[in-house]
């Protein structure tokens, strides 16, 4: 709707410092207040809700949900040319490189 403001929820993510310190050590840059989650390839960087989005759901909590993703995305992110030049196309192409790079399970993490 547009104009109506949602109400601010606490997040109940918690940090997971080692995570955390594990994407800073990439150099990534990840921007927080996006409606979804992408790396943005032409811009490079990564594009994430804001924490408090994350609510978890019957089988993770909102912290494992919040970094599951935020790690997909670094997943997309390693890729880009000037990275290890993953190919970007269809899903077999993706998939058959992300293997080969040792990326397991298309880059879902169990934190």
């Known amino acids: 709707m547009d104009g109506v403001a949602l109400p601010k929820r606490q997040s109940q993510v918690e940090t997971n410092v ?9 150099k990534a840059e990840v921007r927080h207040g996006a409606i979804v989650a992408c790396y943005r390839r032409k811009l490079d960087y990564i594009d994430m809700p804001a924490p408090e989005q994350f ?9 494992e949900a919040y ?8 997943v997309h992110w390693s890729g880009a040319p000037h990275r290890i030049d ?7 192409q ?4 992300v293997r080969r790079v040792g990326c397991r399970a298309w880059g879902r993490v169990h934190v």
């Not at 609510?55 to 912290?63: F, K, L």
């Not at 970094?67 to 670094?74: D, F, Q, S, T």
């Not at 993706?94 to 490189?97: A, H, K, L, Q, V």
Request: proline share 3%; charged share 15%; with cysteine.
């Open 18 to 26: 080692q995570i955390e310190a594990f994407v800073q050590a990439t």
């Open 55 to 63: 609510i978890g759901t019957m089988t993770s909590s909102p912290t």
């Open 67 to 74: 970094y599951a993703v935020k790690l997909h995305e670094l």
């Open 86 to 92: 993953r190919i970007f196309g269809n899903g077999s």
């Open 94 to 97: 993706t998939r058959i490189c």
